[in-house]
């Protein structure tokens, strides 16, 4: 499965972006798909997750502001930001995972001007 992130540019504070993740097979065999982030300089985070059934988890920093979706005939993962904050700025990696391998995105630059 090859996947392709798109969506990222620069946006203002308190705007939002839609990120979306394509992916070259189908999702509905993945057990969970997810977008993580990487800022400079720190860790990559999970940012939210969305599984086979369609139950969600986020991370604490994005709960509230942003939403995570799937549509599986189009084999596409979506994250809407809203209310973005500075501290949003990063890499968005989006990853697909069944229960024998995992795949990942290239990534796509979101950045969040003050």
């Known amino acids: 499965v090859q996947l392709q992130a798109s969506g990222g540019g620069l946006v203002q504070a308190g705007g939002s972006l839609r990120l979306s993740c394509a992916a070259s097979?189908?999702?509905?065999?993945?057990?969970?798909m997810g977008w993580y982030r990487q800022a400079p300089g720190k860790q990559r985070e999970l940012v939210a997750v969305?599984?086979?059934?369609?139950?969600?988890n986020y991370g604490d920093s994005v709960k509230g502001r942003f939403t995570i979706s799937r549509d599986n005939a189009k084999n596409t993962v979506y994250l809407q930001m809203d209310s973005l904050k500075p501290e949003d700025t990063a890499v968005y990696y989006c990853?697909?995972?069944?229960?024998?391998?995992?795949?990942w995105g290239q990534g796509t630059l979101v950045t969040v001007s003050s």
């Open positions: 990853g697909a995972f069944s229960g024998l391998a995992s795949y």
């Open positions: 097979g189908s999702i509905s065999s993945m057990n969970f």
């Open positions: 969305i599984f086979s059934g369609g139950s969600t």
